[in-house]
């Protein structure tokens, strides 16, 4: 390796290294949630792969460990504080430590808010919000205790914009961007760094079925200034960045991969 190239490595392992460390991921089984966990697992992270689908993360962490990266899975519920708690236990005593959270666990629903039913504002709420809340306290209070963690919740652009169409996942992703917001001033002076991310439109297991179709693509073409939707790894640098020590004086902010979304 020539003096430049060691000089770029030595670099970005400074910055953006994450070798050893233990992270969990919600929502870590499909689409913007695997692709975090495999983010962290090629960085030299040990992954943890936490859904509900104990199928899905079966065979997300058998294709990450086929690959030869540190992962394992385990089955929960982000909306059971019990759950989660058993969670953070199960990985804290197996590793020590758990070093970085990420809250990727989500639904997406639409109606107009005239037929929108209470049921479903509430499901959509409890999986998105307090499905974000509940494990950034369960994990929150171990990063405290240690006096150091990385925390990454997933929010949209709709935590900013409205959407017509989707109040209960609107008024889900907006509670999740301050949820993140105070908990990243509460817990700044403690050593514990909560920042967000805000995708627009991704292709994932969840969004497939809507896409595509015509009507929605030219929606796409005039909301987002890039003219596209967004492809999974175009949010790799966004979780690398806010999960590494290059976040450190990063403090409840929300980063836009968004095509432009809410810069119009």
Same mark, same amino acid.
């Given at each position: 390796?020539?003096p430049i190239l060691?000089?770029?490595?030595?670099?970005?392992?400074?910055?953006?290294?994450?070798?050893?460390?233990?992270?969990?991921?919600?929502?870590?089984?499909?689409? #913007?949630?695997l692709l975090a966990?495999?983010?962290?697992?090629?960085?030299?992270?040990?992954?943890?792969?936490?859904?509900?689908?104990?199928?899905?993360?079966?065979?997300?962490?058998?294709?990450?460990?086929?690959?030869?990266?540190?992962?394992?899975?385990?089955?929960?519920?982000?909306?059971?504080?019990?759950?989660?708690?058993?969670?953070?236990?199960?990985?804290?005593?197996?590793?020590?430590?758990?070093?970085?959270?990420?809250? /990727?666990?989500?639904?997406?629903?639409?109606?107009?808010?005239?037929? %929108?039913? %209470?049921?479903?504002?509430?499901?959509?709420?409890? #999986?998105?919000?307090?499905?974000?809340?509940? *494990?950034?306290?369960?994990?929150?209070?171990?990063?405290?205790?240690?006096?150091?963690?990385k925390i990454v919740?997933?929010?949209?652009?709709?935590?900013?914009?409205?959407? *017509?169409?989707?109040?209960?996942?609107?008024? /889900?992703?907006?509670?999740?961007?301050? #949820?993140?917001?105070? &908990?990243?001033?509460?817990?700044?002076?403690?050593?514990?760094?909560?920042?967000?991310?805000?995708? $627009?439109?991704?292709?994932?297991?969840?969004?497939?079925?809507? %896409?595509?179709? *015509?009507?929605?693509?030219?929606?796409?073409?005039?909301? &987002?200034?890039?003219?596209?939707?967004?492809?999974?790894?175009?949010?790799?640098?966004?979780?690398?960045?806010?999960?590494?020590?290059?976040?450190?004086?990063?403090?409840?902010? $929300?980063?836009?991969?968004?095509?432009?979304?809410?810069?119009?």
């Amino acid at each position: 390796m020539t003096p430049i190239l060691e000089a770029q490595d030595t670099l970005f392992r400074e910055v953006f290294g994450i070798e050893g460390q233990v992270a969990v991921v919600t929502g870590g089984a499909s689409g #913007i949630g695997l692709l975090a966990a495999e983010t962290l697992a090629r960085a030299g992270a040990h992954v943890v792969v936490a859904s509900r689908d104990a199928e899905r993360v079966r065979v997300a962490v058998e294709g990450l460990t086929a690959r030869g990266l540190s992962a394992q899975g385990i089955t929960t519920d982000v909306t059971d504080g019990t759950a989660v708690g058993d969670l953070g236990r199960t990985v804290h005593a197996e590793h020590g430590r758990i070093d970085i959270l990420v809250n /990727s666990a989500g639904v997406f629903t639409t109606a107009d808010a005239t037929d %929108l039913e %209470l049921d479903e504002w509430r499901r959509v709420l409890e #999986i998105n919000a307090t499905g974000t809340l509940i *494990p950034c306290q369960v994990i929150g209070r171990l990063m405290i205790d240690r006096g150091r963690g990385k925390i990454v919740n997933i929010g949209s652009t709709s935590s900013l914009v409205g959407l *017509p169409g989707a109040a209960a996942y609107t008024a /889900s992703k907006g509670a999740v961007l301050q #949820i993140t917001r105070t &908990l990243g001033a509460e817990w700044a002076p403690l050593g514990v760094n909560v920042n967000a991310i805000g995708p $627009c439109d991704f292709r994932t297991p969840m969004t497939a079925s809507f %896409l595509d179709t *015509p009507e929605y693509r030219r929606w796409l073409e005039h909301a &987002l200034p890039i003219g596209r939707p967004g492809e999974l790894t175009e949010l790799r640098g966004a979780v690398l960045l806010l999960c590494s020590s290059a976040a450190d004086m990063i403090v409840g902010h $929300c980063l836009m991969v968004d095509g432009g979304r809410t810069a119009i």
